[in-house]
């Protein structure tokens, strides 16, 4: 049964730079049929979309965010990453990592999720 | 990007109840490409419908998603303790991706 975890530093300061790694278990990242999505969930709100990657390094972003996302693979350990840069309070969120549907096109559903982590931003 | 709008915000049904929950899109989902999605305190997303109307493996049937166009709606055929949680609309047809704000499903 595949499974994703969340990893990472879950306060940040201001204006410095977030990163999560997802490390997956149960199956292989470097599948062809799956791409792997950053998500976030805010506090009181909903869901948005963050980015998606594939084994091979093609990456789609949310251009809300597009300036100060990086998503990265490292299928050695069957891992991939995210960072965010220059976060505000307005980030702080519970971050979730998730295999995403096949697009070419960056327009992808989510199944399954990961537990998902707290991130605060503050100082 | 298309926003997604849900209604009601909060239904408030008893256990063995009918729930229809309401996903309205800002322009036409073109190829029906929607999901939903439950949400439980504490616990990740869970897939439960995609492409409007095909239930995800494991989901029982009493979920069922239709609609097109701009109007997609989730039933719930009989309420049971385990189904009062957060439900969320998701469209993929166009980028970015975007959901909706979600509807709660609590005991009455």
């Known amino acids: 049964q595949l499974q994703l975890q969340e990893s990472g530093p879950g306060l940040v300061k201001p204006w410095e730079t977030l990163s999560l790694t997802c490390t997956v278990s149960?199956?292989?990242?470097?599948?062809?049929?799956?791409?792997w999505a950053w998500l976030r969930q805010l506090p009181g709100k909903g869901l948005e979309w963050i980015g998606s990657?594939?084994?091979?390094?093609?990456?789609f972003y949310n251009p809300s965010l597009q300036s100060r996302v990086t998503i990265s693979v490292d299928t050695s350990k069957n891992q991939f990453s995210l960072r965010l840069s220059s976060v505000t309070a307005a980030d702080t969120a519970v971050y979730r990592c998730a295999r995403a549907s096949f697009s070419s096109s960056g327009r992808n559903w989510f199944d399954p999720w990961g537990p998902g982590t707290l991130v605060t931003v503050s100082s | 990007e298309i926003v997604l709008t849900q209604s009601p915000g909060t239904l408030s049904l008893f256990p063995g109840e009918r729930a229809t929950l309401s996903c309205r899109a800002s322009q036409s989902v073109t190829s029906g490409y929607l999901t939903w999605y439950q949400q439980k305190p504490g616990q990740a997303p869970r897939l439960l419908i995609y492409l409007a109307s095909t239930r995800a493996t494991g989901i029982p049937d009493r979920f069922s998603g239709s609609g097109s166009g701009t109007d997609f709606t989730l039933t719930i055929s009989r309420l049971e303790p385990e189904d009062f949680a957060v439900y969320y609309c998701?469209?993929?047809?166009?980028?970015?991706?975007?959901f909706g704000q979600g509807t709660k499903v609590e005991f009455k």
């Open positions: 149960g199956g292989s990242i470097t599948t062809s049929s799956y791409y």
């Open positions: 990657i594939f084994y091979s390094g093609t990456t």
């Open positions: 998701q469209q993929y047809d166009t980028f970015p991706v975007t």
